[in-house]
C-alpha cells in the first residue's frame, strides 16, 4: 500500500485526526452551546461583517464573545476537511509541505512557519 504521493503517512493522518478531534471536541465543550453550532454553520467568513446585516445578531455576539476559540474551532474543522480531502500538511499559501514538528506542535497549522510569519506581519 505504498503511495508515494501521499503527503503523511496513514498512521500518521490516524494520529493527526484523532488530536484534531480531540481538540475540537474539548472545545465545543468550552463554549459548551449550541449557539456555536449555528455561528460555525451560518456564516462562511465570521469576519464578513456585511453579512451580518440581516441575520440574529445572537451568533455574532457570541462570535464576538468567543472570537479566538471559534477562529480556533473553525482553523481545526478546516484541518479536518483537508484530512479528508488528502491535502493535509501541506502549507496554503506555498504549498511545501509542513514539518513534522509543527504538525505535532500545531496539527491544524494552515501555514508553514515562513508564510505564517509573513502573513503575520504583513496584514498588520
Ligand atoms: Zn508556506
Not at 465570521?46 to 440581516?54: G, L, Q
Not at 491544524?108 to 510569519?117: F, H, P
Request: proline share 4%; with cysteine; hydrophobic share 35%.
Amino acid at each position: 500500500m505504498a503511495n508515494v504521493k501521499s503527503k503523511a503517512k496513514s498512521s500518521d493522518v490516524r494520529q493527526f485526526r484523532k488530536m484534531l478531534e480531540q481538540k475540537s471536541t474539548e472545545l465545543k465543550a468550552q463554549l459548551g452551546t449550541p449557539t456555536v453550532h449555528t455561528a460555525l454553520k451560518a456564516i462562511p467568513d465570521p469576519y464578513d461583517t456585511a453579512d451580518w446585516a440581516e441575520k440574529s445578531h445572537e451568533e455574532w455576539i457570541f462570535l464576538q464573545k468567543n472570537n479566538s476559540e471559534v477562529a480556533l474551532l473553525r482553523e481545526i474543522e478546516g484541518a479536518l476537511v483537508r484530512l479528508r480531502d488528502g491535502n493535509f500538511g501541506t502549507c496554503l499559501d506555498c504549498g511545501l509541505p509542513l514539518s513534522r514538528k509543527r504538525l505535532e506542535a500545531v496539527p491544524w497549522a494552515q501555514y508553514c512557519v515562513t508564510c505564517q510569519e509573513r502573513r503575520q506581519t504583513g496584514s498588520n
